[in-house]
């Protein structure tokens, strides 16, 4: 099973509101990640983060390595419909092996 | 730059046979890693391989199995397969440097009747 609690597990916000999700481990983990993915298609890496508080940008998302190091959150700021999809966290805890695990994702929908 | 590319795309078997799936990982790319995706339990981590050596598996009986050729390219054999493990198969590949950097392809859909 998975180590890693997602929240919200589905949002439904209007276009041009802003959307916040996190993620919580029993763990410790040395590398957080966001991802997200299409119907039909593999996840594809948004934004990765590899120290206890750092925040990162990507365009209009911007993600933060939790000062605990066991959570990140992921803010996108005025959404469109194309960010409609599912989003995943994951976490490492090692720093040799890609083993990651991942949350169960939230499912964004944008109402035009 | 070509991306993931695993095949088959979709596979439909029977309970009892064996399957194999194909992933070919983005051009310079030494790691490939496995994942299993179904709605119930999400995205689970099968095995990594780095230059044709197994390096991390995950919690998962010995039906599943891969290797990793010298060209990076890797297979994934699930024998005996079971109901249970329908699901898409989604490989990922990494330089192995940057940690956690995964590249998906689109995935096998793997359907057990």
Same mark, same amino acid.
């Given at each position: ?18 959307? &916040?999700?996190?993620?919580? $481990?029993? !763990? +410790? ?5 966001? *991802?997200?993915?299409?119907?039909? #298609? ?29 959570? &990140?959150?992921?803010?996108? $700021?005025? !959404? +469109?419909?194309?960010d409609v999809g599912? *989003?995943?966290?994951?976490?490492? #805890? ?16 944008v109402?035009? | ?113």
């Open positions: 099973g998975q180590q890693l609690n997602q929240s919200p597990q589905s949002m439904f916000i209007q276009e041009g509101e802003d959307v &916040s999700m996190n993620c919580t $481990s029993s !763990s +410790i983990f040395n590398t957080w990640l966001w *991802y997200k993915q299409d119907p039909g #298609e593999g996840p594809v890496l948004l934004i990765a983060l590899y120290k206890a508080g750092e925040l990162t940008s990507n365009g209009r998302l911007t993600a933060q390595f939790g000062i605990t190091r066991k959570d &990140s959150f992921l803010n996108i $700021s005025a !959404s +469109i419909p194309s599912i *989003y995943f966290c994951a976490g490492q #805890e090692t720093y040799n092996n890609n083993d990651m695990r991942f949350g169960a994702g939230t499912r964004l929908t109402k035009p | 730059k070509a991306g993931v590319t695993q095949t088959p795309r979709y596979l439909i078997k029977t309970r009892g046979q064996q399957v194999t799936l194909s992933c070919s990982p983005i051009s310079g790319h030494r790691s490939v890693s496995w994942y299993q995706q179904t709605p119930g339990q999400g995205l689970q981590f099968l095995f990594e391989y780095f230059s044709e050596t197994q390096r991390n598996k995950g919690n998962f009986p010995g039906r599943f199995s891969g290797r990793q050729f010298s060209n990076s390219r890797s297979e994934m054999n699930v024998s005996t397969l079971e109901l249970g493990d329908s699901a898409l198969y989604l490989c990922a590949s990494s330089l192995g440097r940057e940690r956690g950097k995964l590249f998906f392809g689109s995935g096998t859909q793997l359907s057990v009747l």
